[in-house]
């Protein structure tokens, strides 16, 4: 072989361009893979400083009984739901003493509330849960309620009064978004507060009302009422304005007093007339009994003012101080009052 026909040598230089070539890439993902393994790490360290549930309260669990899920740690706390045995509940909680469980229906995100430990399996570790305060924080996805949120807050509202065989009743109706679940009481003209009872216990829903007779308050005349519903606890409404109402409220059935009868009692005779409640309320107030000599004269004989508080059917024996020795067949008796819209003006004279 001619030596024109040997193949040309590769020149030195190419081979070397060559294996810098090599040299440099190895060397960039390399560093790469570093990069990436220091941005994993600090990632992963980020990630292990939030507060998070365990991974086992993510996982739908089942109920091992019937139960009653509150609205807050503890067995006499309002009513959220009940739920039966078996339902599938997610567990996004616990209270700080690790009794209770707050958890969320699984399919239904708005329903959350407080159930007993003991009442659940299969959640792990319950001192890895995430310690709640209140369980309107979290979703019942699992995942903890924003900071900035603006919760839904129940809007107690008291739609009317009015009297319902003489008796007040105070209409009330939650117009907030968010169920209420502390109990709600009522004060009629600064009196008493008095609870209102919600349906067996439960709390008062979004956009549901209830109406209550208030105990102990009757409506004997119309005349002005002022009534207030609040929470007691306090709890926080979306208005707290809608909370009083004003107005007239009359009786819708007819109220009465009657003289029942008068009599010269005892060796002077004094005049005692028998004041009958011919309601079908109590009667509280104050009459007026005006002794007169009868028709053609109308010479007045005594008066006497007396405040009363009568029952139903119930009677009161008033003296008419300053007359006695009456003769009953040559005298009237006269009842008036205030206290009622008297229905029945013919009985409050005697004799009729």
């Given at each position: ?45 980020l990630d292990s400083a939030l507060i998070r549930p365990s991974s086992s309260a993510t996982a739908a669990i089942a109920v091992t009984r019937d139960l009653d899920l509150r609205a807050s740690p503890a067995a006499d706390a309002a009513l959220v739901t009940h739920i039966a045995d078996g ?183 004094q005049l005692v007339v028998t004041v009958r409640n011919a309601s079908s309320i109590p009667i509280a107030g104050t009459i007026t009994l005006t002794a007169r000599e009868a028709l053609p004269s109308t010479t007045l004989l005594g008066r006497v003012t007396q405040d009363v508080s009568l ?42």
């Amino acid at each position: 072989m001619f030596e024109d026909d040997q193949p040309p040598a590769a020149p030195q230089g190419r081979g070397l361009f060559t294996t810098m070539g090599v040299a440099i890439a190895v060397a960039v993902i390399v560093t790469f893979s570093a990069g990436g393994a220091v941005l994993l790490a600090r990632r992963s360290s980020l990630d292990s400083a939030l507060i998070r549930p365990s991974s086992s309260a993510t996982a739908a669990i089942a109920v091992t009984r019937d139960l009653d899920l509150r609205a807050s740690p503890a067995a006499d706390a309002a009513l959220v739901t009940h739920i039966a045995d078996g339902t599938r509940v997610r567990v996004l909680g616990r209270s700080p003493d690790a009794r209770w469980l707050v958890v969320g229906i699984e399919g239904a995100s708005s329903v959350v509330g407080w159930a007993p430990v003991d009442a659940l399996t299969g959640y792990g570790d319950v001192q890895r849960l995430a310690i709640v305060a209140d369980a309107r924080s979290v979703s019942a996805g699992g995942t903890r309620a924003s900071s900035t949120q603006t919760p839904d807050l129940a809007d107690l509202r008291i739609d009317r009064v009015y009297a319902r065989q003489d008796r007040l009743v105070v209409s009330v109706v939650n117009d907030g978004p968010g169920d209420l679940t502390t109990p709600i009481f009522v004060s009629v003209n600064d009196g008493a507060p008095v609870r209102l009872e919600t349906k067996a216990g439960e709390p008062l829903r979004a956009h549901e009302g209830v109406a209550m007779t208030v105990a102990g308050a009757y409506v004997q005349l119309r005349a002005p009422v002022t009534a207030k519903v609040f929470t007691q606890p306090p709890e926080r409404e979306e208005d707290t304005s809608n909370n009083t109402w004003t107005g007239l409220v009359e009786p819708d059935v007819p109220n009465d007093l009657e003289i029942l009868r008068a009599a010269a009692v005892g060796g002077n005779r004094q005049l005692v007339v028998t004041v009958r409640n011919a309601s079908s309320i109590p009667i509280a107030g104050t009459i007026t009994l005006t002794a007169r000599e009868a028709l053609p004269s109308t010479t007045l004989l005594g008066r006497v003012t007396q405040d009363v508080s009568l029952e139903p059917g119930a009677t009161v024996d008033v003296p008419v101080t300053g007359v006695v020795g009456v003769d009953l067949t040559r005298a009237t008796v006269r009842l008036s009052t205030d206290a009622i819209n008297d229905a029945n003006l013919s009985n409050d004279t005697y004799p009729r």
